[in-house]
């Protein structure tokens, strides 16, 4: 996406306006990671995760006009509309889905990339254990940094800090968090 003069991408200028091209442009280049997003929170259910994953574009295609461009990354809106909708569907008491081993064929399976891995070890009982032992603040950086991935600018947006304190005070939480994972890692286990 190459920036127009008022900063905002050209294809969000044009999704705005109304080109369908534009918000499928978007959509291809967005999905990937708004699927990661959802399959993370939903406990890995692959129906729920594309159901989800297709809310989320159909909201963001209805109340596209209504974006700002406010120099955060298009995906940082992607995944609030999904972290809603998640926060939704658990609130609303839609936890009895099911889906049959019959429903699942071999050629779904998902193989794991190396981020995927890390993230699931950043997810283990012994790190969660861990993190009550840091501040509020180095808490939230490193979810909204390694949990909802969101990039540093993100996350400088969410929390109304610079670039620069939210790579400080995520490097000082990392080294923290590290010094209580092996105590952690002994009560987990």
Not at 90 to 99: A, P, R
Not at 146 to 163: I, N, P, Q
């Amino acid at each position: 996406m190459k920036p127009r003069e008022s900063g905002e991408p050209e294809l969000i200028t044009l999704a705005r306006a109304g080109d369908r091209e534009a918000f499928g442009a978007l959509y291809n280049e967005c999905r990937p990671f708004v699927f990661r997003f959802v399959y993370r929170r939903v406990g890995g259910d692959l129906r729920l995760t594309e159901d989800l994953t297709s809310e989320t574009f159909l909201r963001a295609l209805r109340r596209i006009d209504t974006f700002t461009w406010q120099g955060r990354d298009f995906r940082a809106w992607l995944a609030t509309i999904a972290r809603n909708l998640v926060a939704d569907h658990f609130n609303s008491g839609c936890l009895g889905h099911e889906v049959s081993t019959a429903e699942i064929s071999a050629g779904e399976e998902l193989v794991p990339s190396t981020e995927d891995t890390v993230l699931e070890a950043l997810s283990s009982s012994a790190v969660r254990v861990a993190l009550v032992n840091l501040s509020a603040e180095q808490r939230r950086v490193l979810t909204l940094r390694f949990f909802d991935e969101l990039t540093v600018a993100e996350t400088s947006a969410v929390m109304g800090r610079s670039a620069g304190a939210v790579k400080s005070m995520q490097h000082r939480a990392m080294r923290r968090l590290l010094s209580f994972v092996p105590a952690a890692m002994a009560v987990a286990a």
